[in-house]
């Protein structure tokens, strides 16, 4: 039985290979292969990153980007996104182009970069920003749902879907500050109250721009849920104007 296994284990890396010298993975960022133990990225693009750093600081930008009505325990992204920027394109692969494998990879380098600074310590359950079910029906995915899976796999936290949008709305992506503030007014709910009291959350998006998104996903788990903790992750983030 052994020996099967670890001839099958020796076959598919051979297959793999063999793939790969016809096929190979290439960085996203700058289009070179991919070496063995590489993942979306090469090591020269994976360097070059602007990381956010957010983990190594309590009150950083985006967590006083996110103050509202419901209080934020912790805030983290990966790296800042700016427009036509090369990463950023990234997120648009992610997102619009079905390669949901990037946003595993991403998530799981994300996930071994910043666990040793305690972030996820007493996350009880994750909670993608949702989507509506036509709109997810014609994406074929939730991209915050991905990340969340992403998390699930490395650190064994359960991902939850109390937070539900309640109606669909118009892309956020060519409106200003206000006009996304207005456009997630009211599209997102709770459901399933109780199993959220004396919870620690963690609500996770793709990007976070202005932040109305995920404030009023925020909003609506405080209202909804008195007694509960939230923090928030997103892979990217844009700078503070």
Same mark, same amino acid.
């Given at each position: 039985?052994?020996?099967?296994?670890?001839?099958?284990?020796?076959?598919?890396?051979w297959?793999?290979?063999?793939v790969?010298?016809?096929f190979?993975?290439?960085?996203q960022?700058?289009?070179?292969?991919?070496?063995?133990?590489?993942?979306?990225l090469?090591?020269?693009c994976?360097?070059?990153?602007?990381?956010?750093n957010?983990?190594?600081?309590?009150?950083?930008a985006?967590? #006083?980007?996110?103050?509202?009505h419901?209080?934020?325990e912790?805030?983290v992204s990966?790296f800042y996104?700016?427009?036509?920027?090369?990463?950023?394109?990234?997120?648009?692969?992610?997102k619009?182009?079905?390669?949901?494998?990037?946003?595993?990879?991403l998530?799981?380098m994300?996930?071994k #970069?910043?666990?040793?600074?305690?972030f996820?310590?007493?996350i009880?359950?994750?909670?993608p920003?949702?989507m509506?079910?036509?709109?997810?029906?014609?994406?074929?995915?939730?991209?915050?749902?991905?990340?969340?899976?992403?998390?699930?796999?490395?650190?064994?936290?359960?991902?939850?879907?109390n937070l539900?949008?309640?109606?669909?709305?118009?892309?956020?992506?060519?409106?200003?500050?206000y006009?996304?503030w207005?456009?997630a007014?009211?599209?997102?709910?709770v459901?399933? #109250?109780?199993?959220?009291?004396?919870?620690?959350?963690?609500v996770?998006?793709?990007v976070?721009?202005?932040?109305?998104?995920?404030?009023?996903?925020?909003e609506?788990?405080?209202e909804?849920?008195p007694?509960?903790?939230?923090?928030v992750?997103?892979?990217?983030?844009t700078?503070?104007?």
């Amino acid at each position: 039985m052994l020996c099967e296994i670890l001839m099958t284990m020796a076959l598919k890396k051979w297959i793999n290979a063999l793939v790969g010298q016809f096929f190979p993975d290439v960085c996203q960022v700058c289009g070179q292969s991919l070496v063995e133990g590489e993942k979306v990225l090469c090591s020269h693009c994976n360097l070059k990153m602007q990381r956010t750093n957010f983990h190594l600081d309590d009150d950083n930008a985006l967590q #006083e980007r996110l103050i509202c009505h419901a209080r934020i325990e912790r805030a983290v992204s990966l790296f800042y996104y700016v427009r036509e920027d090369p990463y950023s394109h990234l997120i648009h692969k992610f997102k619009y182009n079905k390669l949901r494998q990037i946003g595993f990879d991403l998530t799981r380098m994300y996930v071994k #970069e910043i666990v040793s600074s305690h972030f996820f310590d007493g996350i009880d359950l994750l909670l993608p920003v949702p989507m509506h079910r036509w709109k997810e029906l014609r994406r074929g995915y939730n991209q915050s749902e991905v990340i969340a899976l992403g998390i699930s796999r490395e650190l064994n936290i359960p991902v939850g879907h109390n937070l539900v949008a309640k109606k669909s709305h118009s892309t956020q992506t060519k409106k200003g500050a206000y006009g996304r503030w207005l456009n997630a007014e009211g599209i997102y709910g709770v459901k399933n #109250e109780s199993e959220l009291s004396g919870k620690h959350v963690l609500v996770i998006d793709d990007v976070i721009t202005t932040g109305s998104t995920v404030i009023h996903c925020c909003e609506a788990l405080a209202e909804a849920v008195p007694l509960i903790k939230i923090s928030v992750l997103s892979l990217a983030t844009t700078r503070l104007s």
